[in-house]
């Protein structure tokens, strides 16, 4: 039973949701990312819409929200870093092939 005055949030995105995937940046900084990237060899040879860093993180998400599509993943990703950073700009998310060959090019 809700409690007096409660509210059907107009939304299904939990703040919580925002916050653990925003605070992925802070546990694990970019340059400790980018720094494993590297030493697994797997740096970009030419700039792509989805450099190595994102999709790292985008793995973790993919942990996080492992019974989400590929789509789901990647907008609580962005909502989170978005609500993390203050990042107020519009975004289009790439197309479920742009993640599967940027993460096939990330490797295991």
Do not use: C, N
């Not at 990237?37 to 797997?42: M, V, Y």
């Amino acid at each position: 039973m809700p409690r007096s005055g409660w509210v059907k949030p107009s939304s299904d995105v939990r703040l919580s949701d925002l916050v653990s995937v925003g605070l992925l940046t802070r546990v694990f900084p970019a340059d400790v990312v980018d720094a494993v990237i590297e030493d697994a060899g797997r740096t970009e040879r030419r700039h792509r819409s989805l450099p190595a860093r994102v999709m790292a993180y985008f793995s973790m998400g993919m942990a996080l929200y492992s019974d989400g599509s590929y789509e789901d993943v990647f907008a609580q990703l962005t909502d989170g870093l978005s609500w993390a950073s203050g990042w107020s700009e519009s975004f289009t998310p790439p197309s479920k092939s742009a993640i599967f060959q940027a993460r096939a090019r990330l490797g295991f």
